[in-house]
């Protein structure tokens, strides 16, 4: 069964750029063309920042950008602020079943 | 607007049942593939069960196989879960989920989400 590996934490200071990867472990990657990442915050509805890999939903900050790099697919937060402190999850779809990453919990120093 | 709003949670005793809805507004239900995801306490998020727009299309994770049933009933504008057999690690958040894409066959990505609903399975 396909499985995404995040990483627990990332942290970063305002202003700085962090990464939070998201790595397939299965050789089942054809379908990891359809990444996408949620933000949560405690107590409220899951937010989509990205799908299909890159695509930013209108309203969301340009800040958030996505990327893929072979079975790893990464969230990028660049010029990092208070309000992106946050739960992230990614998650992809395979053959039958939606799988989510484990989820980082993103610390603004 | 698009509206999620779900209901039905309670606290409810292993082996049990209990059914869970989600009102929707703002869409036309019929035309989206719908899905249950859910967070345990402390923990991450575990997609549940997907159904399809016109309902004759359904997929659940292997942890609920068997126990939960997943429906709707577009002309009320109302999605299901309904689950039996509940056991202890059912205790969690359930939120309700639209996929973006119109007529998509499968679950995700989704771009509107409900506040969720507290389902507790406890002697």
């Known amino acids: 069964q396909s499985a995404l590996t995040q990483p627990a934490s990332v942290s970063g200071s305002p202003g700085q750029a962090i990464t939070i990867s998201c790595t397939a472990t299965s050789s089942d990657v054809e379908g990891y063309n359809y990444v996408s990442w949620y933000q949560l915050h405690p107590g409220k509805a899951p937010k989509l920042m990205i799908y299909d890999v890159i695509v930013r939903p209108s309203g969301v900050s340009g800040r958030f950008s996505g990327s893929r790099s072979g079975s790893t697919a990464s969230l990028t937060i660049s010029g990092l602020q208070p309000e992106d402190e946050a739960d992230y999850y990614c998650s992809s779809y395979f053959t039958g079943t939606l799988v989510f990453g484990g989820g980082t919990k993103v610390t603004v120093l | 607007e698009v509206h999620l709003l779900e209901s039905g949670g309670d606290l409810v005793q292993p082996g049990g049942s209990l059914r869970l809805s989600c009102a929707a507004s703002?869409?036309?239900?019929?035309?989206?593939?719908m899905s249950w995801v859910r967070q345990p306490p402390g923990k991450g998020l575990e997609w549940v069960s997907g159904?399809?727009?016109?309902?004759?299309?359904?997929s659940h994770a292997d942890s609920v196989k068997g126990r939960f049933t997943v429906s709707r009933e577009n002309s009320k504008n109302t999605l299901y879960l309904h689950m039996s057999s509940l056991r202890a690690e059912d205790t969690a958040v359930y939120f309700c989920?639209?996929?973006?894409?119109?007529?998509?066959?499968?679950?995700?990505?989704?771009?509107?989400w409900g506040q969720g609903v507290l389902v507790t399975v406890s002697s």
């Open positions: 989920a639209k996929t973006k894409w119109e007529r998509h066959s499968a679950p995700g990505p989704f771009d509107y």
């Open positions: 703002g869409f036309t239900l019929s035309n989206y593939y």
């Open positions: 159904i399809s727009g016109s309902g004759d299309g359904t």
